[in-house]
């Protein structure tokens, strides 16, 4: 049999699909709860983007003091300085954060999906050009529409981003297992 990944053994991923379909359900069950309580989902994404900040900063804030010359030090300990003061704020107001990373989410579709528009629009003579044309003008929209609606979305948008993903990944899981149960 071909390796799949890593160099395991189809027959050795076969044997494992009941682990896949485990892991998809669960996942499809979280993203079940995210979606029935859209701002609990919301905050604990913030608490957990929190978290990251706060590790992030400490690091920086180690690393800091690890490199010579005082105009690099000050640089990577008012990076981590910014981090750690981003992951505590996060920790303090949830919802103002929120607010911002919900601002910054919809800053970065419209950009994102601009950017995919003059792409697609650069590929006109190729095939399926109109499909990346119309990617990039549906995440501008997606992005417009949240910031018409921001702050008082932020209550609600990254909570459903993260239910959302978590269903999409549940699903695939349990697809992925089912379908190498052989």
């Given amino acids: 049999m071909t390796d799949v990944f890593d160099g395991m053994p189809t027959s050795q991923l076969q044997s ?40 992030g900063g400490v690091i920086y804030l180690v690393h800091a003091f690890q490199v010579r010359g005082w ?20 920790f303090v107001n949830p919802i103002l954060t929120s607010a911002a990373l919900t601002l910054f989410l919809s800053l970065a579709l419209v950009i994102a999906g601009v950017f995919r528009t003059w792409v697609g629009r650069k590929m ?29 979305n932020s209550l609600w948008v990254l909570g459903l981003f993260l239910a959302a993903d978590l269903i999409i990944q549940g699903s695939t899981m349990i697809a992925f ?5 052989g």
Avoid: E
């Fill in 124 to 152: 006109k003579p190729a095939k399926g050009w109109g499909w990346i044309v119309a990617s990039g003008v549906v995440t501008a929209l997606a992005g417009f529409v949240i910031a018409l609606g921001w702050p008082v």
């Fill in 71 to 90: 105009d690099h030090v000050l640089f990577w300990a008012l990076s981590g300085l910014l981090y750690v003061l981003a992951g505590i704020s996060a």
């Fill in 177 to 181: 297992g089912l379908g190498i149960r």
């Fill in 16 to 55: 494992k699909w009941l682990w896949f379909v485990g892991l998809g359900v669960l996942l499809f069950v979280c993203g079940l709860i995210a979606l029935g309580n859209l701002m609990l989902a919301t905050v604990v994404s913030v608490y957990y983007i929190g978290m990251l900040m706060l590790f």
